[in-house]
């Protein structure tokens, strides 16, 4: 899977911000980023397994939150910090 970071995860990714991770569904995607970039997943997924409210993570396009949710192939998974203040 092509993987895109947002750049709050640049401590950990070295700044990449693209990189190509093996996984047939999210969560197992959002370990192997870990396995590669150690903490890293802790600033995306919370203590209960679930993403955190300020992150948005998109397949395609498309904004999932399930970590079982199921990738194909050819997919792209899109991680976005969400900004806030006022």
Sequence with gaps: MRVRLPSPLDSYTGGLRTVDLPGGDL????????????????R??????????????????ERVGDLGHPLAPGDE???VAALSGG
């Design 27 to 42: 969560g197992a995607v959002l370990a192997a980023l870990d396995a590669r970039f150690p903490g890293a997943r802790f």
């Design 44 to 61: 995306i997924v919370d203590e209960q397994g679930r993403v955190r409210t300020h992150i948005n993570v998109f397949v395609n396009a």
């Design 77 to 79: 998974v899109m991680i």
